[in-house]
């Protein structure tokens, strides 16, 4: 597993050890993981860079699958650097593939994003539409799902490109997400910034739907992309005041100008993978919230 020591990585290795029927290896350098992180777990953690072969060898030797979680994810970050993005997300991803062909991979799962591919398109988006990026993030990602199906076409790397929305839940401390962000910033009695009038819509996914759905995934034959959320909108303001009510607090909100690059409305349909892999995301906004606000609350205690 690539970038495993990272907030989805993290949970899916918890998932994957309650089964008890996988040998995990972590590959992560870090830089936004914490491999400590991984230590109530029975696994096998190399750091390392997913841009360097030496590294992708030794943690791809003698695997049978591949989760693909290692990326530079944030798109106003791509916009300020188009170069670090695209080393990481499609110089590493296609060194990645080359290693998975090297030693006899037989699948790769690997995480890829919905509404920065498509752009700004009528949602709910769908496995269908074509991709219009509109930052480097989105191109990058693009980029990998046709490395994806290059590789299984040409060499027979089998392997699906699995488009997540916006995922929460606990261990996300210190991801750059809205709630994580709201919430340290509720912790810390500090006011909010929107970028825009809070219309902007979004898919919001509980991270305990999403490390299922990717377990579902790896033992799948599914080809090609699918998208992973919640199937259901929800604006920004909407947001917030599911979080005044699970938190019992009412922070001040600013209102900025809308961020060049960002979309204005996204959610995704999720048939496709319900058919194939019987993806589902059975926990509600407000429960997922909810406990991800538990969680933070704890962190903020210890």
């Given at each position: 597993?690539?970038?495993?020591?990272?907030?989805?990585?993290?949970?899916?290795?918890?998932?994957?050890?309650?089964?008890?029927r996988?040998?995990?290896?972590?590959?992560?350098?870090?830089?936004?993981?914490?491999?400590?992180?991984?230590?109530p777990?029975?696994?096998?953690?190399?750091?390392?860079?997913?841009?360097?072969t030496d590294?992708?060898?030794?943690?791809?030797?003698?695997?049978?699958?591949?989760?693909?979680?290692?990326?530079?994810?944030?798109?106003?970050?791509?916009?300020?650097?188009?170069?670090?993005n695209?080393?990481v997300?499609?110089?590493?991803?296609?060194?990645?593939?080359?290693?998975?062909?090297?030693?006899?991979?037989?699948?790769?799962?690997?995480?890829?994003t919905?509404?920065?591919i498509?752009?700004?398109?009528?949602p709910?988006?769908?496995?269908?539409?074509?991709?219009?990026?509109?930052?480097?993030?989105?191109?990058?990602?693009?980029?990998?799902?046709?490395?994806l199906?290059?590789f299984?076409g040409?060499?027979?790397?089998?392997?699906?490109?699995?488009?997540f929305?916006?995922?929460?839940?606990?261990?996300?401390?210190?991801?750059?997400?809205?709630?994580a962000?709201?919430?340290?910033?509720?912790?810390?009695?500090?006011?909010?910034?929107?970028?825009?009038?809070?219309?902007?819509?979004?898919?919001?996914?509980?991270?305990e739907?999403?490390?299922?759905?990717?377990?579902?995934?790896?033992?799948?034959?599914?080809?090609?992309?699918?998208?992973?959320?919640s199937g259901?909108?929800?604006?920004?303001?909407?947001?917030?005041?599911?979080?005044?009510s699970?938190?019992?607090?009412?922070?001040?909100?600013?209102?900025?100008?809308?961020?060049?690059?960002e979309?204005?409305?996204?959610?995704?349909?999720i048939?496709?993978?319900?058919?194939?892999?019987?993806?589902?995301?059975?926990?509600?906004?407000?429960?997922?919230?909810?406990q991800?606000?538990?969680?933070f609350?704890?962190?903020?205690?210890t």
């Open positions: 597993m690539t970038g495993g020591a990272g907030f989805i990585g993290v949970n899916l290795v918890k998932f994957l050890s309650s089964l008890d996988y040998n995990v290896t972590i590959l992560d350098n870090e830089t936004t993981g914490d491999c400590s992180k991984l230590a777990y029975d696994v096998t953690v190399i750091r390392g860079d997913i841009t360097s590294d992708l060898e030794r943690a791809v030797d003698g695997k049978d699958i591949v989760v693909h979680l290692a990326a530079d994810t944030r798109v106003m970050d791509s916009v300020e650097n188009p170069d670090f695209f080393n997300n499609v110089v590493g991803s296609f060194k990645l593939l080359q290693t998975c062909r090297k030693y006899g991979v037989k699948r790769v799962v690997a995480a890829s919905g509404g920065a498509l752009g700004e398109v009528e709910p988006v769908n496995e269908e539409m074509a991709a219009q990026p509109m930052a480097p993030y989105g191109a990058s990602k693009l980029a990998m799902e046709g490395y199906s290059a299984s040409a060499y027979g790397v089998q392997s699906c490109a699995l488009r929305s916006n995922i929460y839940g606990p261990l996300s401390f210190h991801k750059g997400s809205v709630v962000e709201f919430y340290r910033k509720i912790l810390r009695g500090e006011d909010l910034f929107v970028y825009g009038d809070g219309s902007q819509a979004r898919d919001f996914l509980y991270i739907d999403l490390v299922t759905g990717i377990q579902k995934a790896m033992e799948s034959t599914a080809s090609g992309a699918y998208q992973l959320g259901r909108p929800t604006t920004v303001n909407e947001l917030l005041d599911v979080i005044r699970v938190t019992g607090k009412n922070p001040t909100v600013h209102y900025e100008p809308f961020r060049s690059g979309l204005h409305r996204t959610w995704c349909c048939d496709k993978a319900k058919k194939v892999f019987e993806f589902d995301a059975p926990t509600s906004l407000e429960d997922g919230l909810a991800t606000w538990a969680w609350n704890e962190q903020a205690s």
